[in-house]
């Protein structure tokens, strides 16, 4: 019986593992004397919450950096540095292209000295042939208006052959060097203003002693169409080689002299002599712009 006792005393010890035969019961706060605010929720805390100071301070240190406010000297410092590394770019630019243009003008320069010694050398001979035409068409009109001009015949046809002999003294400028300077703009390139302004004058008086040239050629024109009526065509054939080199004949052929072919020849051997004193005279001041002009460009730009 004791024993009996004993292990129903150690069973009441134990608290029962059933559960409550009345499932219409409740158990409230209020019956176990716990208040609703120091019930927690039945789910798990989350393992973030475990410690929430370290959560905030982990937050804080995932920025790289943090942006503090530049003060306004910092900005002006940055712009001045960036304003100066454009400008000195602007600078080197600017100076690589003065030097190409510098370049580009000393070639031009060198290659228009070559063309004026060129038109030198033939302005010295066109001067030398005006000389020579002018004293052989003076001869010219003097043999012509004599009374026994046919005595001269062989005279007479050979300045007739050189009358109207135009190329030996025509003047046709070396100007590629001009026309690239003019017409792609390159004279820009000139930096002395004296010098460009050499260069144009002397362009300006070419053109001219050009076009003098050309109207001499229409006189010589009109001077054809009278001489046919005079000297024999195949006399004049025979005086010439296979050069085109005019030889006096050694007998006196005949001419065709009438008083009215004379007269309208000697108006024509008039514009040729006045034409022949004009260009003269321009190839005297075309040939001393052409030295000056050489003698200018050897200076400033240190040429030999």
Aim: proline share 4%; net charge negative.
């Amino acid at each position: 019986m004791e024993e009996n006792k004993n292990l129903s005393a150690e069973q009441a010890d134990i608290p029962s593992a059933q559960p409550a035969q009345n499932s219409s019961e409740e158990v409230t706060p209020a019956a176990t004397g716990i208040s609703d605010e120091n019930i927690l929720p039945d789910t798990e805390t989350p393992a973030t919450e475990i410690n929430p100071p370290q959560a905030k301070e982990m937050e804080v240190h995932h920025h790289g950096h943090v942006h503090e406010k530049k003060k306004w000297k910092e900005y002006v410092f940055q712009f001045l540095m960036l304003f100066l590394a454009v400008f000195c770019g602007f600078l080197a630019e600017n100076q690589r292209e003065h030097m190409v243009e510098h370049q580009r003008e000393k070639k031009f320069i060198k290659s228009l000295v070559s063309d004026l010694q060129v038109d030198t050398a033939r302005l010295n001979h066109i001067l030398l042939q005006r000389h020579r035409r002018s004293t052989m068409l003076d001869s010219f009109v003097t043999l012509l208006n004599k009374e026994d001009a046919a005595a001269y015949g062989r005279y007479l046809y050979y300045f007739n052959s050189f009358a109207t002999r135009g190329p030996a003294f025509r003047y046709t400028p070396v100007d590629g060097t001009m026309q690239q300077l003019k017409n792609a703009g390159n004279l820009r390139l000139i930096r002395t203003s004296v010098v460009n302004d050499s260069i144009i004058a002397y362009d300006v008086h070419t053109r001219s002693l050009v076009w003098g040239s050309q109207d001499e050629e229409e006189i010589m024109d009109t001077y054809r169409n009278i001489a046919e009526g005079i000297f024999d065509g195949r006399v004049l054939m025979s005086m010439r080689d296979e050069d085109n080199n005019v030889s006096m004949t050694d007998y006196d052929p005949p001419l065709r002299i009438t008083e009215d072919a004379v007269f309208r020849l000697n108006y024509r051997l008039h514009m040729l002599i006045a034409f022949n004193k004009t260009l003269r005279r321009d190839v005297r001041v075309q040939l001393q712009k052409a030295e000056n002009l050489l003698t200018l460009l050897k200076e400033e730009y240190h040429l030999k």
